[in-house]
Each structure stands twice: as structure tokens, then as C-alpha cells.
């Protein structure tokens, strides 16, 4: 354990590293995830040309939308300026003649502009011309006896600190295979784990007394990403981090996550042949299991083959685990089953590399 | 009694063709110190692994004090010194003491006296609260020695223990070992230097592929490096 402790620079790494990307992570998920959780408002200039009664209802009833921000045209600015600049994110041109149906309602989208948000703005164009020209004056409250809009409690979609702070904190916990493995490995090299072997205890308890460390700064590593991500984060990105109704499940998931990443390394330093060859193979497969496993590319927006993929990784299991309990508030049953992957997996992995391992 | 009794042992390493310790036999009386002598690849290390218990597996024997390997009490009669450093080189001196004495089963107050008494006869007292890797090469292999003895070990196995320092370190080294077997401690000696073994020993073995092709007493010869080249031939021994 001290071993492990003087070397602050890795001990650092391991604590830094998540920090900064549930940090940088969260803010470039931010805007992605508002708009996926609770609707964001269209920047939209209103250019009326037509300046006739119906065309002047019209740009009113656009400015007055809750959808809508309006934004005035910047002196001499075309459109192409207008998106390049960020000042919009469309242009509606109600043109002269419009009243008489000469002319339609031109809508421009700022080519980035996400698809879905594009049908719902023409959407909303649309249903306000028409209201303008039947002259109908609430068309949403006319057909509101029509459509109803129903919707579940959202147990899929984490927020950006939901998906990040458990995603990263499991991404780090298995990066500590690499000073594992190469601390297994150097001490083999040196033969210092050779000595441990001329004294009279057990293989098992010296291998014991290597994981433990280990295993125990995996806990801490968790404990403070949420800490982290609930005291801190919650202070810059929104919404804040929701930690379930019933948190204390994290220690189960916690330690069963901590026997995989153990396991993991150990297997990584029974393959490995030098220190360098086992963190470059700790790295990858860590890296490997973190982009099928939803760590990167949230398994909620996954096409459903890689949603199917995913499930190789011990990662998705471990992310799934806790989006059980901070998302969709899940009994205890339900988190079992992922629990019993994770332990699996790190049986699997203590085996093999029992079975392959020449400590000495 | 014997120290150590070795009984025609053979050990083969998985894939290899051939075995590192071919029918091979020697022991050690209680209270010398006895030289393994051998050229690269002799099979010394493979033997000192074979009598601490790490490798297992061979045909044949080994014995300590009469206790047949592998046993745990006679592993705590063993205090080894292996060629590497096997040290933790970001712990200080104490704590590298401090780990291996209680590896052995050492009470907090038993490693505590023992680590002043190993420090003090190493010369690295005054270093004690130094990180290993700050120490000269010369440092290190003392505390590599001084880790060996903590436990009072009464068969101490020494694989190269002077590879690597200067004189002065050499000498303190060898006043020490002969202070040990004066004490009744006694010393397997594995060394590449003809002149520390001819120095320390009283007995020795020689090997060479694996088999033993000496065994006798050091004052029977005279030069040693003319007698070990004359047995091993001077032909190089690249692995």
C-alpha cells in the first residue's frame, strides 16, 4: 500500500483524470442532452416584408411562441452571416403577397441545425399560418381535444452528470490495471516478488496483499467522483446530479465493479511480458471496453447493433448498474443480475490468470 | 545435521528440451560456508529457486535441518539475498526492513530491534530513513543483505551478493558474512568471484550444465580461477 501511495504521480493521474473529463465531458454533453431532455428554444429572426395586417399577426404570433427566441437581423447581415456568426438558428421571410397566398413563408435553417428541431419549427410555422389564414385563433387549443400527449418518466436518457460521473468513474477504475500490471511486473523483474516467495506465507496471501490496495483505491476513486460530481459539478452543469432513491445500492455495485477492474489487471499482468507491453494492453482494452460499453457513445443513443455489442463490455454492465440506481430508481433485484456479470467477469479473469501466471 | 541436503534432483522448465538440474546432489554442514560455483546458465539460480521452494516440480530432495522442502519452518530457517536488488526502492530503508520482517512473521518489536542490529552492521544506519533509491549500488546491495538476515535465519543463501559495489563495500560485506558464521550462521554462497568464494569458504561446489562436476573442500585447491576454467572449460558460455 505504500508503495503504491508514494508514487503521487499515478495516484494523482488516477483521481485527476476522471475529474477532468466528468468535468469537460458533462459540458460537451450539456447542450446535446437539453435538447434531448427538455426542449431548447429556436433562435429565429423574424423578417417581415410584407408589413400587411395578417403578415404583422403572423411575426407576432412567431415572436410570442414559447419555442421562440426572437432575434433581431443584425444591420446588413444576410443569412449566410447570420448562421455563420451564431446569431440565429433561422430565418423566417414572410414576403409580400403572402396574405393573398401569392407567395409562401420561407423558412432557412443554419445548416448544423438538428433535424428534429427543423421539423418542429416548420411545424409551428405552419400551424401559425394557418391560423393566421383561416383565421383561426388558437389552432393548439382547437385540436388539444384531438391529440394528447402522454409520456413516462424518463428511465433511459441520463442527464449529461448521470451519464458522466458513473461513465468516467468506471472508465478510471479500470485504468488502474496499468500501474497494477506494471508494478506486478517490475516486481517480478526485479525479484522482489521472487524474495516474498523465500518467506513462509501463501502464494494466495501475497497475491491477496497485492489486489487489496488496489481494490481499495478503486473504492475511493468512485467515492470521490461522486462526491465530486455531486457537490461540484452540480454547481456548473445542469441539471444537478440526481443520485437515486436508493444511493446505498452503490456499494454492491461499487465493489463488485472494483473485483472486475482487480481482475482485469491481474489478467493484464499475467499476460503481459514487460511493464510496457502491459500498460499499452491495459490502456487499449480499457479504452476498447469504455466505447462499446456506453462510456463514451452513451449506450442510450447507440444504433441497436452496438446497443448489442455493448454487452461484452464489463463496463456496460458496471454503467448500467448505476444509471439502475440514479436513474430509474431500480430494487435491488434488478441491479443483482448486472452484480453477478461483474463478479463473473472478475472471476473469470483471477482464474485465467491463475492458471496462466508464473509469478516467479 | 546438515544445513542443507540436496538428493538427486532433476528439474526440466516447461519447453525446454533439456533438464537445468540433471541428477544433482550436494549438502552443506551446519555452521560452514559453502561456494556454488558454476558459469552462466550453470543452473545456480535454478537451484537456489529449487531450495527456497519457488520452483517446484523437480525429482528428488531437499532438505533444511532435516525438514524436507517445501515446509514453512524451514523456510524460516532461510533468509535469502537474491542477484537482483529486491528492494522497494520508493520505501526507505526501515520500511523495506519493516515489510520483509513482517512477511516473515516478525513481531512489530522483533522487526523494530532486529532492523536497528541489521541497519547498524550494513553500515546504513544513519541512512535508515533514506528512499532505497536515493542509495548508491553499494547501499543497496547491503540492505539487499540486511533484508536476508532480519528473521535470524540460520542458513543464509547469497546469490551474487557483491555483483556491482566497490571495494569498500565488498570488504564490509565480507567482514560481516564471517562475523555471521563465527556466530554459527550458515552461508550458501553463489558468486562468479573466485576470489571472494576462495576467501569465504570452506567448501565447494561446482555445476556446470546442470550437473555437479565438484564437490570438496576449498583448501584442497590452490587456484581457484585456473581450476574452475580447467573444469568448465574456457570455451564462452553465450545463452
Known amino acids: ?360 | 545435521m546438515n544445513a542443507l541436503d540436496i538428493s538427486s534432483v532433476t528439474f526440466c522448465y516447461d519447453g525446454s528440451p533439456a533438464p537445468a538440474l540433471r541428477d544433482f546432489s550436494m549438502a552443506v554442514a551446519d555452521g560452514r560456508t559453502h561456494a556454488l560455483l558454476g558459469p552462466n546458465g550453470a543452473g545456480k539460480s535454478t537451484l537456489m529457486r529449487i531450495i527456497t521452494g519457488q520452483l517446484q516440480g523437480q525429482t528428488g530432495g531437499v532438505s533444511v535441518y532435516g525438514l524436507r522442502m517445501p515446509d514453512s519452518k524451514a523456510l524460516s530457517f532461510i533468509g535469502c539475498a537474491p542477484q537482483p536488488i529486491s528492494l522497494y526502492p520508493s520505501l526507505t530503508a526501515r520500511e523495506n526492513l519493516r515489510f520483509f520482517g513482517a512477511m516473515a512473521g516478525m513481531s512489530k518489536d522483533q522487526i523494530a530491534s532486529r532492523s536497528d542490529w541489521a541497519l547498524e552492521k550494513t553500515g546504513l544506519a544513519e541512512s535508515s530513513e533514506a528512499a532505497v533509491a536515493s542509495f548508491s549500488g553499494g547501499m543497496q546491495r547491503r540492505l539487499n543483505l540486511a533484508a536476508a538476515l532480519l528473521h535470524s535465519p540460520k542458513l543464509l543463501l547469497l546469490d551474487e551478493p557483491s555483483a556491482g559495489v566497490d571495494p569498500q563495500s565488498r570488504n564490509h560485506m565480507y567482514d560481516l558474512l564471517m562475523e555471521l558464521n563465527a556466530g554459527g550462521v550458515t552461508i550458501l554462497l553463489c558468486t562468479h568471484m573466485m576470489e571472494e568464494a576462495q576467501r569465504l569458504c570452506s567448501g565447494l561446489t561446482l555445476l556446470d550444465r546442470g550437473e555437479r562436476i565438484y564437490d570438496g573442500r576449498m583448501s584442497d585447491i590452490g587456484n581457484l580461477e585456473e581450476f574452475f576454467l580447467k573444469k568448465t572449460g574456457r570455451g564462452l558460455r553465450d545463452l
Open chain 1, 1 to 360: 500500500m505504500l508503495v503504491l501511495v508514494r508514487d503521487r504521480q499515478t495516484i494523482l493521474l488516477l483521481f485527476l483524470m476522471p475529474v477532468a473529463l466528468i468535468f469537460f465531458m458533462s459540458l460537451a454533453l450539456e447542450g446535446v442532452w437539453a435538447d434531448k431532455l427538455v426542449g431548447r428554444k429556436i433562435s429565429m429572426v423574424v423578417d417581415n416584408q410584407s408589413r400587411s395586417y395578417q403578415a404583422n399577426l403572423l411575426a407576432g404570433k412567431i415572436k410570442a411562441h414559447a419555442l421562440i427566441v426572437p432575434v433581431e437581423r443584425p444591420a446588413g447581415a444576410d443569412v449566410d452571416r447570420i448562421f455563420a456568426e451564431g446569431t440565429a438558428q433561422a430565418v423566417v421571410t414572410i414576403p409580400p403577397g403572402f396574405e393573398e397566398g401569392d407567395r409562401p413563408v420561407e423558412i432557412r435553417f443554419d445548416p448544423v441545425m438538428d433535424a428534429s428541431y427543423r421539423i418542429a419549427a416548420r411545424s409551428l410555422i405552419t400551424s401559425l399560418a394557418v391560423e393566421v389564414v383561416m383565421g383561426v385563433d388558437n389552432l393548439e387549443a382547437v385540436v388539444s381535444g384531438l391529440v394528447v400527449e402522454r409520456s413516462g418518466p424518463n428511465r433511459e436518457l441520463p442527464t449529461p452528470l448521470q451519464q458522466t460521473v458513473p461513465a468516467y468513474a468506471i472508465f478510471a477504475m479500470f485504468f488502474i490495471a496499468i500501474p497494477m500490471s506494471v508494478g506486478f511486473l517490475r516486481e517480478k523483474k526485479d525479484g522482489t516478488l521472487q524474495r516474498l516467495f523465500t518467506y513462509p506465507v501463501s502464494a494466495n496471501l501475497v497475491t491477496l496483499g497485492k489486489i487489496t490496495p488496489y481494490f481499495l483505491i478503486n473504492v475511493v476513486q468512485f467515492v470521490l467522483m461522486m462526491l465530486v460530481g455531486i457537490f461540484v459539478m452540480s454547481r456548473f452543469i445542469a441539471p444537478a446530479f440526481h443520485a437515486g432513491a436508493h444511493p446505498w445500492h452503490m456499494l454492491p455495485v461499487t465493489l463488485a465493479v472494483a473485483a472486475a477492474t482487480t481482475g482485469f489487471g491481474v489478467l493484464v499482468a499475467a499476460t503481459a511480458k514487460t511493464p510496457e507491453q502491459s500498460s499499452t494492453l491495459a490502456a487499449t482494452g480499457a479504452i476498447l471496453m469504455g466505447v462499446f460499453g456506453g462510456i463514451m457513445v452513451p449506450h442510450a443513443v447507440m444504433p441497436p447493433v452496438m446497443k448489442k455489442l455493448a454487452m461484452i463490455s464489463p463496463m456496460f454492465w458496471a454503467h448500467q448498474a448505476y444509471l439502475d440506481i440514479f436513474l430509474r430508481d431500480a430494487a435491488f433485484g434488478i441491479i443483482l443480475p448486472r452484480l453477478i456479470i461483474l463478479t463473473l467477469f472478475a472471476i473469470i479473469c483471477f482464474y485465467v490468470a491463475g492458471r496462466k501466471v508464473r509469478w516467479i
